[in-house]
C-alpha cells in the first residue's frame, strides 16, 4: 500500500462520542474570552456572551456553520513560489517546522548552550532556508535585544533570512500591530501581504478554555489579511487538562474548535490548522515534559479525531525531547514522535532542532532532525507498488542463484530508498581510521560545512531600512 | 502517649475524611493538639516529602496528603492555645506582571502549604510594587515569582530591585520560578535561589530559612 500509512488510535465510535462532548462544552458551557473587543465581536455574530463572566457559548449551528467554512486544504506561503506549500501534502507526506520562542542555543564548537543572540539566530534561519526536509522557520528570542520586543526582532530577522514560510508567535499584546507593520512592509504593502502571506499566526489557548487579548486580537489580525491560523491548544495533562489521554483529546480538541469557530466568524474561509501541542506535567517533579509518550499518543489521536471530524490540516508537537544533548534519548523521541504523528494524521509536524523540553535549540540537531525526517518521509509513504515494482520478470530472470545488481530494474530504482549520509555506512577499520565518530560528530562536520554556504536574503535596501524602523520604532515605544 | 498510627496512615493515604476522624478521636482522648501536630502530623508530612523525592508518591498523593494534614488541623485548632498554629513561614507568590500562567505557580503554592507555610497567593500579573505591598503587609519571609516568558523575566529583575530599594533584601528572600528561569539568570538579577520544579519550592523555601 503506498500513498500515506494510517494507524487508528481511536474508532470511529469513540471519535463520535468526542465531537459529541466538543459541542456540549461549547454551546452549554462555553470558553472565556478575556478581551471586550472579542467579546462584542462574538456577541454581534451571534454566540452567547455573558460580558460580566467574559463566558461565550457557542450555539451548535453556529460551530457545525463554521465546520462548513473552513477549508479542508490551505496553502502556506513563504516568500518565494518553491516554499508554497499545500496543506495536507499533496502526494500524502507532512511538513516540517523548526521549534519555536528558544533562549538557549547549543554551540558546537564548545558544546554548550549560550544565548540566543540575533547573529545565531540569523544563521538557524539560514540553515533552515538550506535544509531540504525542513519546511517552516519558527521564531526564536534573541538575548541581545530588550526583552519587551524580542518577538519583533526576531520576525525581523526571519524575514531578512528565510525565503521559506515563517511561525509566528506574539510575546505580548503590545507587539501585535508591529509585526504586522514588520509583514506588511516585507510584502510592500496589503495587497502583497493578502497575496503572499509569508507565514502562519499562531494564537494559543491558556488552557483550560481561555483566551487572552493578545491571542484574539492575533486572531483579528490574521483574518484580516487571510492569514493562515494555526490555532494552538497547549493543554498540559493532569495540570491544565484532565490525565488521561481520551480526556486530554477532548480538551485540546474543544479548544482548537472554538478559534476555529471564532476564526470562520470573523473571515468565513480562513484558512486554519489545528494545532495540537500539548505536553504533560511530571506528576514526580512538576516539570512539564514534551518528549513524553503518553502525550506523543494523545497528539496523534488528536490528529486522527481532528482530521475525521474537523477535517482542517492538523499540527502536532513532534520532534520534542526532554534531552539536553543530541543524544539516544533525542533520537528515540524525535523518531518515534513524529512517525505516530505523522501516521495519526498529522500535516505539520513541528519542533525541528529542539532540545531540552522548552528551552533549547541546536543546529546540529537541526541537520540530525533533518536526516531523522528523510526517514520518517519514508516510512510514512508506505510501500510503493505496481507491476513493475513486482519485478516478476527479473525474478525469473535471475532465476535460481542469480544476482540483481547489473540489471536496468536495479539500476533504475536504487536510488529510490532513503540513504541517511550521517548514519554509519562504512567498515570498521575506517570508522577507527576516521576518528571513530558517532552520529553527533558527523551531525557537526555536516553543519560546519553548511555552514560555508549560508547567507542572507536578497531583499531590496528600502525594504530592509522600513522593516529595521519599524523595530527601532517598537523599541522606542515598548521598552522602558 | 497517644497512638498516631491512625491519624498518619490518613495522611499518608490522602483521606481527609479519615484524617479528621483520627482527630477528633485523638481530642476527645484528651491528647495535646500542638503534640498530635509536632509528632504526627509533621512527622507524617516528612514521610510524604521523602516518598516523593524518591519518586514513591506523585504529586496529586502529595497535594491530597497535604490536604488530609489541613482537615486534621482544622479539626485540632479550636484546641490549641491562641487557636493559631505555628507556621513554617509566610510566602507571598504570583506570576510576574504580564504573565497570565499560573499552572506552576499554582503547584507551588500547593506545595508550599503542604510544607507548613502560609501562603498569600497574588494570582496572574502581579506587578513588582504589589508585590512588595503584600510582603510588608503580610511580613512575609519569602516572595515567590514566577514567570513562563521571556518578556515577562524583565519584571523579576525589576521586583527584585524594588524590594532593594525598599530596603527589605536582608528581611526577605526572593526565589524565582519558571521553565525560562535558570541559575545564572537567578545570580544576574540577585534573586536568592530558584526551584527547577515545583516540588523543589517548598524545600528551597525552608533551605532559605534554616
Not at chain 1, 185 to 201: D, T, W
Not at chain 1, 221 to 234: D, E, Q, R, W
Not at chain 2, 96 to 118: A, P, Q, R, S, T
Amino acid at each position: 500500500m503506498s500513498g500515506r500509512l494510517s494507524v487508528e488510535l481511536l474508532s470511529p465510535s469513540e471519535m463520535d462520542s468526542i465531537y459529541e462532548k466538543c459541542l456540549t462544552i461549547l454551546s452549554t458551557y462555553g470558553v472565556k474570552v478575556d478581551y471586550e473587543k472579542g467579546l462584542k465581536f462574538l456577541d454581534q455574530a451571534g454566540a452567547q456572551v455573558d460580558f460580566k463572566t467574559q463566558m461565550v457559548k457557542f450555539p451548535v449551528d453556529m460551530i457545525e456553520a463554521a465546520l462548513k467554512t473552513v477549508p479542508h486544504e490551505i496553502t502556506v506561503r513563504g516568500g518565494l513560489d518553491k516554499h508554497d506549500y499545500v496543506v495536507p501534502h499533496p502526494e500524502g507526506s507532512f511538513y516540517t517546522t523548526t521549534c519555536v520562542q528558544t533562549m538557549l542555543y547549543h554551540n558546537p564548537d564548545n558544546n554548550e548552550f549560550e544565548d540566543v543572540t540575533q547573529d545565531s539566530f540569523a544563521k538557524w534561519c539560514q540553515l533552515t532556508d538550506h535544509l531540504p526536509q525542513i519546511d517552516i522557520c519558527a521564531i526564536q528570542t534573541p538575548m541581545d535585544v530588550p526583552r519587551e520586543t524580542a518577538d519583533i526582532h526576531g520576525l525581523n530577522i526571519q524575514l531578512q533570512n528565510t525565503s521559506k514560510p515563517l511561525m509566528l508567535l506574539a510575546y505580548c499584546f503590545e507587539s501585535v500591530p508591529y509585526l504586522f507593520d514588520l509583514m506588511l512592509a516585507r510584502q510592500g504593502g496589503e495587497e502583497g501581504l493578502k497575496e503572499r502571506g509569508l507565514l502562519m499566526v499562531n494564537p494559543t489557548s491558556l488552557s483550560p478554555l481561555v483566551y487572552k487579548d493578545m491571542d484574539m486580537e492575533e486572531l483579528f489580525l490574521a483574518t484580516k489579511y487571510g492569514i493562515p491560523v494555526a490555532a494552538n491548544s497547549l493543554v498540559v495533562t493532569g495540570g491544565t487538562g484532565p490525565v488521561t489521554t481520551a480526556g486530554t483529546v477532548l480538551l485540546t480538541s474543544t479548544e482548537i474548535l472554538a478559534m476555529l469557530v471564532m476564526s470562520q466568524l470573523m473571515n468565513p474561509g480562513n484558512p486554519f490548522v489545528s494545532t495540537v501541542f500539548n505536553t504533560s506535567l511530571d506528576m514526580m517533579t512538576g516539570s512539564a515534559l514534551l518528549g513524553d509518550i503518553n502525550t506523543n499518543l494523545s497528539r496523534a489521536a488528536a490528529a486522527q479525531f481532528i482530521k475525521a471530524k474537523f477535517k482542517t490540516p492538523v499540527e502536532t508537537f513532534s520532534y520534542m525531547s526532554d534531552s539536553y544533548s543530541c543524544d539516544g534519548q533525542a533520537s528515540v523521541e524525535k523518531s518515534l514522535m513524529p512517525t505516530l504523528d505523522a501516521l495519526g494524521g498529522s500535516d505539520i509536524l513541528y519542533g525541528a532542532g529542539r532540545l531540552g523540553g522548552t528551552t533549547c535549540a541546536s543546529p546540529v540537531q537541526l541537520v540530525i532532525d533533518n536526516y531523522l525526517t528523510e526517514i520518517s518521509r519514508q516510512f510514512v509513504a508506505g510501500v510503493k507498488f505496481d507491476e513493475d515494482r513486482l519485478a516478476l520478470d527479473q525474478i525469473l530472470e535471475a532465476g535460481a542463484g542469480g544476482n540483481y545488481l547489473t540489471m536496468e530494474h536495479t539500476r533504475d530504482y536504487c536510488r529510490d530508498g532513503v540513504h541517511p549520509e550521517l548514519f554509519n555506512q562504512i567498515g570498521l577499520d575506517t570508522w577507527k581510521a576516521t576518528g571513530k565518530k558517532n552520529l553527533y560528530d558527523r551531525a557537526v562536520d555536516k553543519y560546519k560545512e553548511i555552514q560555508k554556504e549560508l547567507k542572507p536574503q536578497d531583499l531590496p535596501d528600502d525594504v530592509v531600512k522600513e522593516m529595521n524602523s519599524i523595530v527601532k520604532k517598537a523599541d522606542k515605544a515598548m521598552c522602558s | 502517649m497517644s497512638d498516631y498510627t491512625k491519624i498518619m496512615a490518613a495522611v499518608l493515604a490522602g483521606h481527609k475524611a479519615n484524617a479528621a476522624a483520627a482527630a477528633q478521636v485523638l481530642v476527645d482522648e484528651g491528647a495535646d493538639a500542638i503534640k498530635v501536630i509536632e509528632d504526627a502530623l509533621n512527622v507524617a508530612m516528612d514521610e510524604v516529602g521523602a516518598k516523593m523525592k524518591t519518586g514513591e508518591m506523585f504529586i496529586p498523593e502529595v497535594l491530597m496528603a497535604s490536604q488530609a494534614m489541613s482537615s486534621a488541623i482544622d479539626v485540632l485548632k479550636p484546641h490549641i492555645k491562641g487557636g493559631e498554629v505555628k507556621s513554617a513561614g509566610t510566602v507571598v507568590l504570583g506570576s510576574v506582571k504580564g504573565d497570565l500562567h499560573d499552572i506552576g505557580k499554582n503547584l507551588v503554592k500547593l506545595m508550599m502549604e503542604g510544607g507548613g507555610f502560609k501562603v498569600v497567593d497574588m494570582g496572574c500579573d502581579v506587578s513588582p510594587e504589589q508585590f512588595l505591598e503584600a510582603a510588608k503587609e503580610n511580613e512575609a519571609q519569602i516572595v515567590g515569582l514566577s514567570a513562563l516568558l521571556t518578556t515577562t523575566m524583565v519584571h523579576m529583575e525589576q521586583t527584585v530591585k524594588l524590594f532593594t530599594e525598599a530596603g527589605l533584601r536582608d528581611k526577605v528572600k526572593i526565589i524565582l520560578g519558571g521553565a525560562p528561569v535558570d541559575g545564572r539568570f537567578t545570580t544576574e538579577v540577585g534573586a536568592d535561589g530558584y526551584a527547577e520544579d515545583a516540588g523543589s519550592a517548598a524545600a528551597l523555601a525552608k533551605e532559605l530559612l534554616a
